[in-house]
């Protein structure tokens, strides 16, 4: 079976551009998270979905923006983005909601020049 | 404001030496506790969790994790390191009632052949 996958791999941005990320969870996964990992730090949640819902919301400006579709998949939007956005922006899925084992993609590496 | 601390970040061993890697956490309700690891190159992968039961967990690759909970702790170790344990090792905590994965700063282990 496909891990979590996300799109793209990389990505160059410049500041005040707008930016959507994308996560497939693994088949059958209700539940997606999103981590921003900046160089030297461990993963910051940023938001939680399940069931097209969101479940839970980090520490982020409301620049940060996310959506869980019908199918599962997820994406996060970042507005007007800043230097300070460059990271890897990490997906995790998991079978349901609240404290379960949470299984993470690749990551999305945003640079923001 | 939960929060998880995990000391000495650089960590430059021999093969064959011992590890340890400790993690302290600050909320005091009902925890899952988890050790996640990254290889040079790949993305995030589960070394071992604890939910419940016998305190001593055991994980994959030879690691074992033991839950204090007296000392809100969960160190993690491997009785004889190999050139390919080295790696980036990240505590994380998610607790009942809210569904955001905290992580540790991480540790950068270094094994030398």
């Known amino acids: 079976d496909a891990g979590v996958t996300q799109s793209p791999t990389h990505l160059i941005k410049t500041r005040g551009q707008h930016v959507t990320l994308r996560c497939s969870p693994i088949?059958?996964?209700?539940?997606v998270s999103w981590y921003q990992q900046v160089l030297g730090q461990g993963p910051q949640f940023i938001f939680q979905?399940?069931?097209?819902?969101?479940?839970g919301r980090g520490n982020f400006p409301d620049r940060f923006s996310a959506r869980q579709f019908p199918n599962y998949s997820s994406e996060l939007n970042v507005n007007a983005l800043l230097l300070g956005d460059s990271a890897l922006y990490l997906c995790?899925?998991?079978?349901?909601?609240?404290?379960?084992?949470?299984?993470f993609g690749p990551g999305t590496r945003l640079t923001v020049l | 404001a939960q929060s998880v601390s995990q000391h000495n970040h650089h960590v430059i061993l021999s093969e064959a030496a011992s590890l340890e890697l400790g993690c302290n956490y600050s909320y005091g309700g009902t925890v899952n506790l988890f050790w996640y690891v990254q290889y040079p190159g790949q993305h995030l992968q589960l070394l071992l969790k604890y939910f419940s039961g016998d305190p001593l967990v055991k994980g994959i690759k030879g690691f074992e994790a033991e839950f204090i909970k007296s000392k809100f702790s969960f160190n993690l170790r491997k009785p004889s390191v190999q050139w390919s344990d080295t790696a980036e090792y990240f505590c994380?905590?998610?607790?009942?009632?809210?569904?955001?994965?905290?992580f540790g700063k991480g540790n950068q282990v270094v094994v030398i052949p």
């Open positions: 995790a899925s998991s079978s349901a909601g609240g404290s379960n084992e949470q299984f």
């Open positions: 994380a905590v998610i607790n009942y009632g809210n569904n955001r994965l905290a």
């Open positions: 979905y399940y069931e097209k819902e969101e479940r």
């Open positions: 088949s059958g996964h209700k539940s």
